[in-house]
């Protein structure tokens, strides 16, 4: 067999739906990506939705809504894709990274604590593989640290929340449930991807809903968001062809951001489907569970009592195994057919990071986690012969490596 690693799940529906936006005269913003926002925001249930080129432009321009830069800092871990914290360097921010817990790589919530001074601006909660953080924990902090934060009195969101923000980069996690409520509905303000290996695919693309705050009104952060996505300008392409409405100003130099009606008409087709093919992801979680449930390899939980994830990645973290052992049986596993990834290398082991003085000795449990880390294919495309034939790979390969 051949299994690639992650490819989209694309029907001839989203096909349809292409072509007739080609046909229709409008494939920039317009009014496939505002139906979009509204189909978004009543799938999560909430008022509003933004949505954007990628997450890392709702990541960045949510920072920029909260007019954070120099001087100010945003907490991130260490354990996470680039774009979480490369986002704070182009808004001029300092990124502080903390390492995750030993278990889970999820966020180490007291060295998160620790790490908050009173030029903390945001803190940047990575919603991995699809399974939502303890946002409760998170918020816990956020309010006890309250008096440490210096607001800035020229932004009104700040000064309204009158606390740290606490933003949810939940690239993975669109449909992710936890205590009875979809991401989007947790954080200040959650940000997801809509890229082709995503559960739910633009090709390109991605949004920001947030929740509302006290003495603000949503359609003016929707509009600030839309500003920002368009070089700051007052009215957008579909706006400007109403009669006589031709005129606009630019109320700043901002950026170029947005999301097509050609990449919306796929998202559209997506949403439809979405539900049951999060059913199947979660199909295929049980089938490997079920198989790795007696090996001596460790899985992330994606299912309780308390929440469901998005099913977007799974990973199996064989133990007693090398890092260099873990990269021979991704190679074996690729002479197999099989496509497999790692998830992630922490960022302190990255060029880019190390050369801005983070050193990935002061992050042991993101380097433990990592060193075993392998993700298997996951995907409502593939069909159970795929995934018994996956299974069955993964562990012949592991009995070699077996204590």
């Known amino acids: 067999m051949n299994i690639p690693f992650s490819p989209p799940d694309i029907s001839q529906a989203e096909i349809d739906s292409v072509v007739e936006t080609l046909k229709s005269g409008w494939i920039t913003t317009g009014p496939k990506t505002k139906e979009f926002e509204n189909k978004i925001s009543e799938y999560i249930g909430i008022k509003k939705t933004a949505c954007l080129s990628s997450a890392t432009a709702a990541m960045e321009m949510t920072l920029r809504l909260l007019d954070i830069g120099h001087g100010d800092e945003v907490i991130v871990p260490a354990y996470t894709y680039t774009a979480s914290c490369s986002v704070i360097y182009h808004v001029g921010a300092t990124p502080v990274m903390v390492d995750i817990q030993k278990s889970v790589p999820e ?62 980069d939940s690239s993975h996690g669109f449909g992710a449930v936890r205590n009875g409520k979809k991401s989007g509905m947790h954080a200040d303000f959650t940000c997801f991807s809509f890229h082709a290996v995503k559960n739910l695919t633009t090709a390109e693309g991605g949004a920001v809903t947030w929740k509302s705050i006290d ?17 700051g300008q007052t009215k957008d392409a579909l706006d400007k062809t109403k009669a006589g409405s031709w005129e606009y100003d630019i109320v700043y130099p901002a950026y170029k951001c947005n999301m097509t009606d050609i990449q919306a008409s796929i998202g559209l087709e997506q949403l439809k489907r979405y539900p049951n093919m999060l059913d199947r992801r979660q199909e295929i979680i049980r089938k490997y569970d079920a198989a790795f449930k007696e090996r001596d390899v460790k899985v992330l939980s994606h299912q309780s009592d308390r929440y469901c994830s998005s099913g977007h990645l799974y990973f199996i973290r064989p133990e007693g195994i090398t890092e260099e052992q873990r990269n021979d049986i991704i190679v074996k596993l690729a002479e197999l057919g099989i496509a497999s990834n790692v998830h992630y290398k922490p960022l302190p082991m990255l060029t880019a990071y190390k050369n801005m003085g983070f050193d990935i000795v002061n992050y042991p449990n993101a380097y433990n986690y990592y060193k075993n880390e392998i993700t298997l294919p996951l995907y409502s495309k593939l069909t159970d012969e795929q995934v018994e034939y996956i299974i069955s790979g993964v562990i012949s390969i592991l009995k070699d490596y077996e204590r």
Do not use: P
């Open 107 to 168: 966020m180490d919530y007291d060295l998160m604590e620790k790490s908050i001074t009173e030029n903390t601006k945001a803190i940047i909660v990575v919603d991995l593989a699809g399974i939502i953080c303890d946002y409760g924990k998170v918020y816990d902090i956020v309010n006890r640290n309250e008096s440490k934060f210096a607001v800035s009195e020229d932004n009104d969101i700040q000064k309204r929340l009158g606390r740290i923000a606490v933003i949810a």
């Open 215 to 231: 003495g603000i009104d949503d359609e003016k952060i929707y509009k600030e968001y839309m500003n920002l996505s368009l070089h």
